[in-house]
């Protein structure tokens, strides 16, 4: 008899916030040739040679300011998710981390250990990315032939257009906009266009109007589209007005060009634009963690400030709301449920 169970996995964050600790998680995470996606030898030259020689103190000051007393949220948030659906759902329910630890390899062991064969991996990003879902699933797959060949992995895919995902999230900002926004932005974690022009099976997408396009072959790995696309959503729910949404990406890292408009700069000039009370939302994360805990609601929070903002509310993930418990549950089920056609 075949026994199911369910894996969440999650980006991972640092074991600690020493220096060295930040250092050999970005060495994991920028060495992969998904997220730095260039040749080996000028991926190691920039990952090593240049970003980790001066990333990793930066980015420990900054992961200090969020650090709780149970560790770095994304990782204890994941762990709430994980007991959570763990009380609703009748399978074993593991945690893994793509970079760093609990692994995914420790996660399918604690799967394994409790007689799993057969798991349904839920990679915990709501859109298509080849530097997120992608590697998840290389790496999982990579783990299942080294060391448990005998167990078969099923993937819950991007669930960004899921109308139960989407009413989860509509639901989750309806209780926390304040009444008299002046305008809400959607920052998304930005990705090198470059990365989208590589995933695109079609060769479609432009980067231009087609992403908000309603129908383009190309929106099925288009990370740009699908964010687009939870922001078309989640307004039409929501009934805001066009003019009173922004959609930005942040988190950019080097010298390629990413996707705009940038969060940063947008935040910079939205002040002398008219706009004194932001509300800002970042549906790309399900957990908050440093880019949404210090880059937006710390950075982005004085960048705005500064540049004639008079108010600014952040919008937490979706964390550990029971209603994002049950979209994780339905999901998983949906997939679970799909061994009995193989
Ligand atoms: C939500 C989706 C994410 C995408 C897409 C993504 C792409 C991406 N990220 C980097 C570089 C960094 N990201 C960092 C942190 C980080 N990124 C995500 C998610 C996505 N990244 C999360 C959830 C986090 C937070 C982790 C935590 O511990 O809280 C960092 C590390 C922090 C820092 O030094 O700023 C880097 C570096 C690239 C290059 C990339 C796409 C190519
Ligand atoms: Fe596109
Ligand atoms: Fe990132």
Redesign the pocket.
Known sequence: MNQKGILLV?????KSTSVED?KE??DE??MDEK???YRWIFRALLVQGI?LKT?PK??AE??KT?WTDEG????VISKHLQKRLQEIVDVPVGLGMRYAEPSIKTGIQELVDQGVTEITLFPL?P?Y????TETVIDKAEEVRLKFFPDIKINYVEPFYDREIYINALAESIREKLPADFDLLQFS?????ER?IYKTDPTNTCNMNTCCQKEDNPSHKFC?RHQCYKVTELVCKKLGLPKEKVMVTFQ?R??KDKWMEPYTDATLEGLGKKGIKKLAIVCP??V?D???TLE?ISVEGKEIFLHGGGERFDYIPCLNEEQSWVNVVKTLSEEKLNDFYFH
């Open positions: 999650n980006l991972g964050s640092p930040v998680y970005l995470f920028l997220v730095i996606d970003i990333r930066k980015s900054a992961y969020v770095s949220p994304l990782i990003y859109q990315a080849m530097s997120t998304y974690h930005g990705v090198p990365h990370y988190s890292l080097g790309a994360f957990s963690c440093l880019e880059e």
